[in-house]
């Protein structure tokens, strides 16, 4: 028995077509300016266009949380320079969430008032 996705939409090999060719609607009327946003693993893919994009739409600050503070120290200049940001609109946090110790920390830093320039706990 075929899902519902696949009866509603029409055939398999449509659906399976149109994903990669099917573009998505420009966001409209969105500010995000004076809002932080946290995103974590944005490193790299899917994650990291996601934080192009918000930083697009206008978004104040953009705390990167990261594992590899190296790979979230590139993603960061990358975005910086390719949107022409100013240099303390990104921060990268060390944040590994296979370790408690790490969250832990994560979370304190979180509650301290902003610094300028703070890159992590």
């Known amino acids: 028995m075929a899902s519902d996705t696949f009866?509603?939409?029409?055939?398999?090999?449509?659906?399976?077509?149109?994903?990669?060719?099917l573009k998505p609607t420009p966001m409209q009327n969105v500010c995000l300016q004076t809002k932080t946003a946290l995103i974590t693993g944005a490193s790299t893919g899917v994650v990291f266009a996601t934080g192009r994009q918000v930083l697009e739409l206008g978004l104040s600050k953009l705390i990167l949380a990261?594992?590899?503070?190296?790979?979230?120290?590139?993603?960061?200049?990358?975005?910086?320079?390719?949107?022409?940001?100013?240099?303390?609109?990104?921060?990268?946090?060390?944040?590994?969430?296979?370790?408690y110790e790490s969250i832990v920390s994560f979370c304190r830093a979180g509650q301290e008032p902003p610094t300028p320039g703070y890159r992590g706990a």
Do not use: C, H, M
């Not at 009866?7 to 060719?21: A, E, I, L, N, V």
């Open 7 to 21: 009866q509603k939409g029409g055939s398999t090999p449509r659906y399976f077509y149109r994903q990669p060719t």
């Open 66 to 99: 990261v594992r590899n503070e190296e790979k979230g120290k590139a993603a960061s200049a990358r975005l910086t320079s390719d949107l022409g940001l100013q240099r303390d609109t990104i921060e990268v946090w060390k944040l590994d969430l296979s370790v």
